[in-house]
């Protein structure tokens, strides 16, 4: 028991913990396979991170450093209040800083900075199943994946090619793990999808809602679907980042006014602020509202 | 009943803080199996009665629980006081056949079972398979059986003893079953390491 | 320890604070208690325990408090509170023959050993707002009977298993494994114990509109109201280390038989059918909402064709829970915008493509021309 809350270290109590744990080693010993876990009620709503806070609470000990992002960004209010959470029943130390992370919970983005081999990252994620919108039946998709038939998802997405003249999935983009099982590797971004290919740390997923733990460990391949005719390719941005000037990262759009202004900034929080503190310069920032620029004197 | 419990020796203590050991010992299980072939450090601080080594006493009283059935080789179930420790500090039932439990604890590593023994999952849940936890003396990188898969950058060696002669070749079957399969853990003294269904065995390194 | 501490940090803050504000109202008006709660509106603290899934009138009634009167998000508390507790195992099957029944009727006949019991009902008082309650008068004594002396009260579908008019109810297998959903992950297609769990933690509302839609045609099973009872029964756990049942306590339940068209073939001749229901505390239309969708979830069961929502099971069973609906429904409120910039860029691209595509074309024919 912690003093300080009454409740578990991390929260949950430790038969929960033994059942996720034993859930963990099997995806890593499957990787890409959806285990079925008995995913428990969390204080958090179903669809607010109760997978990834799971796994969080079931792997991090006191000696852990914790980040946890939304959106790319350690000041939004989901990563905020997980944060908290954490520090609150676990005590464990965090920072908003990625390379001092061991563990980084994450909804949406991979941080840009390549992870390094001490680092696990913890996905949140709402639908665990690739299959799910082209077949809702679980025995159906169940099939599927035993079978190893993934021909209805390349179906879906040469269709798209034959409608749009592109793949028109843009983020929870599916992609195959170590040759075998097809995932969702969660709504990230297919623009992130490659820095899951051989990555230095070990990725697991929750999905808490749907009971599903699925992990790939570091050093895997991880091969974004795609075709000889049209292979898979990110999105690229027009302009560098308006505060700190990186390119080749992913940036979000903030309106600035209502004729028009806007500005593309960095969506990796950590990245563009330790870029500036290495004297990188955008070209918009000092004009840049301090909501988005940040605050100096981070603590 | 309550008489003969009394009379026999005490109990061997378990974890001293089972909440921060538990999850030391899960850490340095999971990070085995992220990394295979690849021996990790395993600190323990376990005094369990032989021939139940510390290490195989860490990985069950971390992991095994009532939802979560042990099954023990020969050489452990042949004496009551391990049964009775792990019951103890487990809660966990002990299986007689080895296709029922979710851990297998093996203290004689040269004479582990036939991985068919155990459960190996089925082609709609791989994941309902035996984890198979085996003590041996040696456990050090390089200079012995060679592996690929996921987990290892290109290729890594583990040289590990004593284990039975045939082992790459079962853990090519092994393979050859993916994804079903058994997931193989080998401890020695402060030290453990993963095997798990999803590496390759390509020879001599 | 260094924590991260941003400027969100102080708006969360202050936004809890803000509600914390809002959920004590006006310091003027007396603070309710949450043994007013669990004294005067039980039966709202039964649905947060029946959905929360634990019985446990003192916390659901602080819950109640917490939530401000929102009672999926008062489950939602207990649910949390809940999966910390640790489980010891599984009690005996309560027996509601011997149950203190409270409240006792059965459409089938028109009176049945034990009798009608009408209990508080609000069945058959006139819906007229009683402007009475608001000025706090104190309602006159209960009228009272002689006590009945505690003999079991025969169920009606026992009644009418004596003649082998309804299907007969096989017994539990002696040590089988008895389903928890909230142990073990849902795997379809599910057996009949893992349903009635889902279904006696399901949403009240979403069970009664598929209960509804059975009635309108929907997959109609033709239902009969055998009898809906309530009161307290006496729970029993046997300890692994005794060997023998000891009580823990009694619980208010709600059950409800109902009785459903009948089966039969050449071989079998012809018998009634059966749903169950099963709630923590008073709630009839729960307990007979999901009486009628567990038998209609038996379609399969009894060789029907599959048609309707309500006897689709994956459909059922997946969207039957309130806190995991309400949790994901609500969590579109939270930022999207990562995924949001994907979709902006690949339409602004798709326009401009399909502009230069337009002016082509009329490049072309003005060429032709």
């Known amino acids: ?299 | 009943m309550a008489g003969n419990a009394l009379a026999r020796a005490p109990l061997a203590a378990g974890f001293a803080d089972p909440v921060r050991d538990s999850q030391a010992v899960f850490r340095a299980v999971m990070t085995a199996l992220a990394r295979p072939a690849l021996p990790q450090p395993l600190a323990v601080a376990l005094g369990p009665p032989a021939p139940l080594t510390p290490e195989l006493a860490a990985v069950a009283l971390a992991l095994a629980d009532h939802e979560a059935p042990l099954w023990l080789d020969g050489p452990l179930a042949s004496v009551s006081a391990v049964a009775d420790f792990l019951r103890f500090h487990t809660g966990a039932p002990i299986v007689t056949d080895p296709a029922g439990a979710a851990f297998a604890l093996v203290a004689d590593a040269a004479a582990l079972p036939p991985f068919d023994a155990f459960a190996q999952g089925t082609q709609d849940y791989p994941d309902r398979s035996t984890t198979v936890v085996a003590a041996v003396e040696r456990l050090a990188q390089g200079r012995g059986l060679a592996f690929e898969g996921p987990g290892i950058r290109q290729r890594a060696a583990l040289d590990a003893a004593p284990v039975p002669a045939d082992l790459a070749q079962r853990l090519a079957r092994n393979r050859a079953l993916f994804p079903r399969g058994v997931d193989l853990v080998l401890v020695a003294p402060g030290r453990i390491a993963g095997l798990p269904r999803s590496l390759t065995p390509v020879g001599e390194p | 320890m260094y924590v991260a501490v941003k400027g969100g940090e102080k708006a969360i803050d202050n936004a809890h604070r803000l509600l914390a504000h809002a959920r004590r109202g006006p310091a003027d008006l007396p603070e309710v208690a949450p043994a007013q709660i669990a004294a005067q509106l039980t039966l709202g603290v039964d649905r947060v325990m029946a959905e929360g899934s634990l019985y446990d009138r003192d916390l659901a009634a602080l819950a109640v408090k917490q939530a401000r009167g929102d009672l999926v998000e008062a489950a939602f508390l207990v649910r949390a509170f809940r999966t910390t507790l640790p489980r010891f195992g599984h009690s005996l099957p309560v027996d509601t023959t011997r149950m203190g029944v409270e409240r006792r009727v059965s459409a089938t006949f028109r009176d049945l050993p034990g009798g009608q019991v009408l209990g508080p009902t609000f069945d058959y008082t006139h819906r007229l707002i009683d402007f009475r309650l608001a000025a706090g008068a104190e309602p006159p004594a209960p009228a009272e009977a002689p006590a009945t002396p505690d003999e079991p009260m025969p169920r009606v579908t026992d009644l009418l298993d004596g003649e082998a008019l309804i299907e007969r109810e096989a017994p539990g297998e002696e040590g089988a494994p008895i389903g928890d959903l909230t142990r073990e992950p849902l795997d379809f297609p599910a057996d009949r114990d893992l349903r009635l769990q889902a279904l006696a933690r399901g949403d009240e509302g979403f069970l009664l509109a598929l209960a509804y839609s059975t009635q309108r045609g929907y997959g109609r099973t033709h239902p009969f109201v055998g009898e809906v009872r309530f009161g307290e029964v006496a729970v029993e756990f046997v300890p692994e280390e005794l060997g023998f049942a000891v009580p823990l306590g009694r619980v208010a339940v709600t059950e409800c038989q109902m009785v459903n068209q009948f089966k039969g073939s050449a071989q079998v001749p012809p018998q009634f059918t059966r749903g169950y229901g099963l709630v923590f505390g008073q709630s009839e239309r729960k307990a007979m909402s999901m009486a009628l969708v567990d038998r209609a979830l038996r379609a399969r069961e009894f060789g029907e064709e599959v048609v309707a929502p309500a006897q689709d099971e994956e459909f059922v069973l997946a969207h039957a829970d309130n806190v995991q609906a309400t949790g994901f429904v609500e969590h579109l409120k939270l930022p999207h915008y990562v995924d949001f910039q994907a979709e902006l860029e690949l339409v602004r691209r798709m326009r401009a493509e399909h502009a230069a595509r337009g002016s082509e074309a009329v490049g072309m024919r003005e060429a032709a021309e």
């Open chain 1, 1 to 299: 028991m912690s003093a300080a809350t009454g409740y578990s270290f991390a929260y949950l109590d430790e038969q929960t913990k033994r059942m996720i744990r034993r859930a963990i080693l099997k995806a890593i010993a499957v990787p890409g396979y959806q285990v079925p876990f008995a995913s428990r009620e969390m204080p958090m709503p179903y669809g607010w991170g109760t997978g990834g806070v799971q796994v969080t609470a079931s792997i991090i000990g006191p000696d852990d450093v914790l980040k946890v992002i939304d959106q790319g960004s350690d000041d939004t209010t989901n990563a905020v209040s997980i944060r908290k959470f954490f520090a609150r029943t676990a005590g464990v130390a965090t920072t908003t800083k990625t390379r001092e992370a061991t563990v980084i919970q994450t909804r949406h983005r991979i941080p840009e900075a390549k992870l390094g081999e001490h680092q696990i990252l913890v996905y949140q994620v709402p639908i665990p199943e690739p299959l799910r919108f082209l077949e809702p039946r679980e025995t159906e998709t169940r099939r599927l994946h035993a079978l190893a038939d993934y021909g209805l998802m390349h179906v879906k997405l040469y269709e798209d090619i034959a409608r749009h003249g592109h793949i028109a999935t843009t983020y929870a983009y599916p992609a195959e793990v170590a040759g075998r099982y097809v995932m969702d590797p969660s709504p990230i971004p297919k623009f992130d999808n490659p820095k899951m290919d051989m990555c230095e740390a070990l990725q697991l997923f929750g999905a808490g809602r749907e009971k599903r733990i699925y992990a790939v460990p570091p050093c895997t391949r991880v091969r974004s679907l795609d075709f000889e005719d049209h292979p898979f390719t990110v999105q690229s941005f027009r302009e560098p980042c308006a505060l700190c000037a990186a390119t080749g990262v992913y940036l979000d759009e903030v309106v600035l006014d209502d004729r028009g202004g806007r500005m593309f900034v960095c969506s990796d929080t950590d990245f563009c602020e330790e870029r500036r503190a290495d004297g990188h310069r955008g070209h918009l920032l000092g004009e840049a509202p301090a909501a988005i620029a940040g605050e100096a004197g981070d603590a």
